[in-house]
Nanobody, 124 residues
Framework: QVELVESGGGLAQPGGSLRLSCVAS????????MGWFRQGAGMEREYVSS????????YYATSVRGRFTISRDNAKNTVYLQMNNLKPEDTAVYYC?????????????????WGRGTQVTVSS
């Protein structure tokens, strides 16, 4: 049974930082491209960032480029999202997702497995 579990969310002040983690089990993690998506209240889910299954390439939405960094540790079956210079508009539930032999696509329907999400709130 495949499971993706996100953690690291919480309350941060504008300009602050958080690091999200997503631990995968039940799959061969190194075979999966990984993505982060988010959904704000009353909004559609949107793409945030992704990393290829090879780990060679990373991609970002325009809104987070230069502030967020995605990385992976295959030994720990974990993908991370380092979020710096947070803004109130980053407030959302953040989800990680796995895409078999994925090349970092931004479309959510390409992803095979999803976590349940972790809440990030940016407020003073």
């Amino acid at each position: 049974q495949v499971e993706l579990v996100e953690s690291g969310g919480g309350l941060a002040q504008p300009g602050g930082s958080l690091r999200l983690s997503c631990v995968a089990s039940g799959l061969t993690f190194s075979n999966y491209g990984m993505g982060w998506f988010r959904q704000g209240a009353g909004m559609e889910r949107e793409y945030v960032s992704s990393i290829t299954w090879t780990g060679e390439s990373t991609y970002y939405a325009t809104s987070v480029r230069g502030r967020f960094t995605i990385s992976r540790d295959n030994a720990k079956n974990t993908v991370y999202l380092q979020m710096n210079n947070l803004k109130p508009e980053d407030t959302a539930v953040y989800y990680c997702a796995a895409d078999y032999k994925g090349w970092g696509v931004s479309t959510d329907h390409n992803y095979d497995y999803w976590g349940r999400g972790t809440q990030v709130t940016v407020s003073s």
